[in-house]
């Protein structure tokens, strides 16, 4: 399994952008399906983002089409989620998840690799 670790994470106005960052150790993070969950208190873990193994492939949930951008830069074992127009309902924390299959899955049971997250609020 790979460690994950995400940064980035903070209290913005609605309205405004975050950058969240997922630094993976590990030898398999290039050949590694990654995406983005997001845990809001009292709700279920709920996909946001996932991304292929070289970035060709992306695929987005519904509510965060053209707001968000997930991308990878496999040189810095990193993955990343740029964050815009943020709302007070994407308040949340968010978590990067890995899994070595190339496949774009979107329940979080289908990951084996988990960061502990990194919490977004967003003000109204």
């Known amino acids: 399994q790979m460690q994950l670790v995400e940064s980035g994470g903070g209290l913005v106005q609605a309205g405004g952008s975050l950058r969240l960052s997922c630094a993976a150790s590990?030898?398999?993070?290039?050949?590694?399906?990654m995406a983005w969950f997001r845990q809001a208190p009292g709700k279920e873990r709920e996909f946001v983002a996932a991304?292929?193994?070289?970035?060709?492939?992306?695929t987005y949930a519904d509510s965060m089409k053209g707001r968000f951008t997930i991308s990878r830069d496999n040189a810095k074992n990193t993955v990343y989620l740029q964050m815009n127009s943020l709302k007070p309902e994407d308040t949340a924390s968010y978590y990067c998840?890995?899994?070595?299959?190339?496949?774009?899955?979107?329940?979080?049971?289908?990951?084996?690799?988990w960061g502990q997250g990194t919490q977004v609020t967003v003000s109204s």
């Open positions: 998840a890995a899994r070595a299959d190339p496949n774009l899955v979107v329940r979080p049971d289908q990951y084996t690799s």
């Open positions: 590990g030898r398999t993070f290039k050949i590694s399906t």
């Open positions: 991304i292929s193994w070289l970035g060709v492939s992306t």
